[in-house]
């Protein structure tokens, strides 16, 4: 147990210092106050989740509650939305056969159903790339929160239109015939992912979007009738 403490000691020094002779002092202390503003929010999440107060959102003429989890801070991004408006959806959806690309709702809820994760090693999770994967039966519903918008973009090996390969084989090697396929991602996080977007080169049916207005009026997100143009 000592040796695997003084171990992660070790790697925490050494990613400070190729952050400092890479990026910089300043780069360096920024990092450090965004990693213990992190810390501060995870340690102190009970109580900020139990004062916050009970607020809803507004998404396909429902009214869903906005979701607090101290496991990535969800009251501070997309994730308050999304996964409970993924979550309303495989609920409904439970006695079917369901398929999720990239471990997220695990974090929050028991599931029963497969998931896909190129990266992150847990138990029950398949670890292939979303590309390759060809199940041996095919899913009724396939969901996907905040993940594909990383498919060769946060790769080691960069390639812009593999989220197109990715989305094609999902519905071609994966998905049942008349089954439904739920991606949700964000816009203006991967510029090339936005432009096969509103270029209508990912083949999606039908696009929704929700947008964050919380510097307009404080009240976080509503849905937007025209589509959300990328900055």
Known sequence: MMNQYANQKKD?????????????????????LDIIHHQILVTFSPLIIYLKPKRF??????????????????WKNERTFEVPFIWEIIK?????????????L?????????????????????????????PPNKYDLIVSILT??????????????????????????????GGRTIIAMPINYNHGMDILLFT???????????????KMNGEGYQEKK???QPI
């Open 106 to 134: 695990s974090h929050y809820f028991p599931i029963n159903h497969d998931v896909l994760d190129k990266y992150e090693k847990t138990e029950g999770v398949i670890n292939q790339d979303v590309v390759d994967f060809k």
């Open 226 to 228: 025209q589509r959300i």
């Open 12 to 32: 925490r020094f050494q990613r400070a210092m190729t952050l400092l002779r890479e990026d910089g002092l300043k780069f360096l202390i920024i990092t450090c």
């Open 92 to 104: 409904k959806h439970h006695e079917k056969k369901i398929f999720e690309v990239g471990n997220v």
């Open 148 to 177: 594909l918008e990383h498919v060769g973009f946060d790769d080691n090996t960069k390639e812009s239109t593999k989220i197109i390969k990715a989305i094609k084989n999902l519905k071609e090697n994966c998905l049942r015939t």
């Open 200 to 214: 209508n080169k990912l083949g999606f049916d039908k696009k929704l979007f929700l947008e964050d207005i919380k």
């Open 57 to 74: 959102f507004f998404f396909q003429n429902k009214k869903i509650p906005y979701f607090y989890h101290k496991y990535n801070i969800t």
